[in-house]
């Protein structure tokens, strides 16, 4: 044991270092004063520590060490719920941390202690028998972005981001088609440095490019005008070409300019705005758009029948596949990543809940016809982005029966930023989809106006509305009501151009099905009320061989499962005639097995 020095002021830092004899190793250190008084040292002692540092007392100190024999521990290594490994670790040695297979679809990242979403250090040295869980990352989940501030001039500006006036609490709204206004702001909450990426400040983003051959940059809104200053004037210009921008890093602030003219903020009242400006005016910041980490699991739970959960935790996935209707009892206490329904799954919840839902969209055969391809969509996540529609070659439109127009999301990509509750959507894109609705999950009752109102209508189509379940269960009889009847008859587009006709009673209507109905007059409500927000879900008890061909064959299934092998073998016997058996040909096979004496069918 030595320390820095053999004499030390009171007050004066001291090190002390340790060295354990070989094959032995630090199992405490004991510092005292004059009168036998412990004199607190950090860090805490470890095999794998060798330097103690302590603040020296008024009085003389001692200091003593205690070695022995290193002990063992054994690490015991989980992947998805099991053992994968298990090994003797040394005590003051690492463990090996090796990388182990992740399921198909996920990645590893790391090891975790229990219950924990963060990695431990490489390398990790334990202090006890302890179990270490895989760290696995959902490949298909989309990533998490948010706005964060910049703090430093980057080499390249490029970039998607927020103008803010922090002290105001408000950002330069990229959305307007009047850019230069009073008022050209959104409300934004800051936090540590951060801005959450959401429907709203995505909609009101900025896009810094470099020019060409030139050391300045355009600034393009989110509706696609460029902004700058070409005049010796307050106020701002906005172009379908680009305009130069210079911008620079100093005195913690970012400074825009523009023909000499600066980007600022003016905060007086009833002059509130951000424009560019000869004079000084407030400072302004930029957040640029950053994809967070993903979110990482211990565990993965697939729910394949129906069933109940309670709580989910955060270090765990559950993932609702195979049709299969799972009620959560409990609450998600993770992201919207930590709670998936696949297509065709349902989630019964009786309060809100974070989760994310997707829905399979095929590519049209033949995208240049527009014949093909089209379908009724809706989202249950209310405000969510229609960015996780627009990838590719795609065509989206909403409808209003008011005016009788369609309006295309591509020509109105300004004010067409988000899914509206219980609204319907046509949606078509040259490759196959997944769709990934994130977010909080509707479980109270919705209401959605539908009128009768565009005189100029045909009767043929005067009076449809296009509306969209806004929950993640089926709904059937009973469940909508419209102008205080229950609904019966819904129509929808399923991969084709045509509008077909469905009974309610036959068929519900799925989670992220937008459909039509037909109001009776010049304004009704239809109302979506699932008894108890749908403790009682459904499925089709029985499912023909239409239902296969016409519903769940365009939708991607081709495995289907033959239920009742208690029922008795003349009742399973009929199972298998009717589907095996082409329909022409039944009644002669059934005669000839029912004939046949070998057989004990009773």
Do not use: C
Not at 8 to 34: M, R, W
Not at 459 to 479: C, Y
Not at 519 to 528: D, K, N, P, R, Y
Request: negative net charge.
């Amino acid at each position: 044991v030595n320390a820095t020095s053999n004499q030390a002021y009171a007050g004066e830092s001291v090190t002390v270092s340790v060295e354990a004899p070989q094959g032995q190793v630090l199992k405490g250190l004991s510092i005292k004063d004059a009168n036998y008084n412990d004199v607190a040292y950090s860090p805490e002692v470890s095999a794998t520590t060798d330097e103690y540092h302590f603040e020296m007392p008024a009085s003389n100190v001692t200091i003593s060490a205690t070695f022995a024999e290193p002990a063992t521990y054994t690490v015991t290594y989980y992947v998805n719920g099991s053992v994968s490994s298990s090994e003797q670790v040394v005590e003051g040695s690492a463990a090996t941390l090796s990388t182990p297979s992740a399921p198909t679809g996920y990645s590893f990242v790391g090891w975790a202690l229990a219950n924990s979403t963060t990695a431990v250090a490489d390398p990790y040295y334990p202090t006890a028998d302890v179990n270490l869980y895989a760290l696995l990352v959902d490949d298909s989940a989309p990533l998490v972005y948010s706005y964060k501030k910049v703090t430093a001039a980057p080499d390249d500006w490029s970039g998607e981001y927020l103008i803010v006036y922090e002290t105001g609490n408000v950002a330069f709204n990229g959305g307007l088609e009047t850019l230069d206004a009073v008022g050209n702001t959104i409300a934004v909450t800051i936090t540590g440095g951060m801005i959450e990426s959401n429907a709203t400040t995505d909609a009101a983003t900025f896009t810094i490019a470099a020019i060409e051959s030139s050391e300045n940059y355009s600034i393009k809104s989110a509706r696609g005008k460029y902004i700058g200053r070409t005049a010796n004037s307050n106020g701002m210009n906005t172009s379908e070409s680009e305009i130069a921008n210079s911008i620079t890093y100093e005195n913690n602030a970012v400074t825009i300019t523009s023909n000499s003219l600066k980007l600022r903020y003016n905060k007086n009242n009833g002059q509130t705005r951000f424009r560019y400006f000869t004079s000084d005016q407030e400072a302004i910041q930029l957040y640029k758009k950053t994809a967070g980490e993903a979110v990482a699991f211990t565990e993965i739970i697939t729910i394949s029948e129906d069933g109940e959960y309670g709580n989910i935790a955060a270090n765990q996935q559950v993932i609702i596949t195979n049709n299969a209707i799972l009620t959560l009892t409990g609450t998600n206490s993770g992201t919207a990543s930590n709670l998936i329904i696949e297509d065709g799954g349902q989630l019964i919840h009786a309060s809100a809940v974070n989760a994310t839902m997707k829905k399979t969209i095929a590519a049209a055969s033949n995208w240049s016809t527009e014949s093909n391809g089209w379908y009724t969509i809706a989202s249950p996540v209310a405000g969510a982005s229609v960015g996780i529609a627009t990838t590719g070659e795609y065509d989206l439109y909403s409808y209003t029966e008011g005016t009788g127009k369609w309006y295309n999301q591509k020509a109105h990509s300004g004010d067409f930023t988000t899914f509206a509750e219980g609204t319907g959507y046509l949606y078509a894109n040259s490759a196959n989809q997944s769709l990934s609705f994130a977010g909080i999950m509707k479980a109270t009752n919705a209401t959605v106006n539908v009128t009768m109102g565009y005189a100029n209508q045909n009767d043929d189509v005067k009076g449809f509305n296009l509306v969209g379940n806004p929950f993640t269960r089926n709904l059937t009889t009973g469940d909508i009501t419209l102008g205080g009847a229950s609904l019966t008859t819904y129509y929808v587009v399923e991969g084709g151009a045509e509008l077909v006709s469905k009974a309610l009673a036959d068929y519900p209507i799925k989670p992220g099905q937008g459909f039509l109905v037909q109001a009776g007059g010049e304004s009704q409500s239809l109302v979506f009320n699932p008894a108890s927000k749908g403790e009682t879900a459904t499925k089709p008890a029985f499912i023909g061989i239409e239902d296969i061909q016409k519903v769940y064959l365009p939708n991607g299934f081709s495995h289907f499962k033959i239920e009742g092998r208690s029922l008795g073998s003349a009742v399973i016997l009929e199972f298998l005639l009717y589907y095996l058996t082409k329909p022409e040909h039944q009644l002669e096979v059934r005669e000839e097995i029912y004939l046949d004496s070998s057989l004990d069918l009773f």
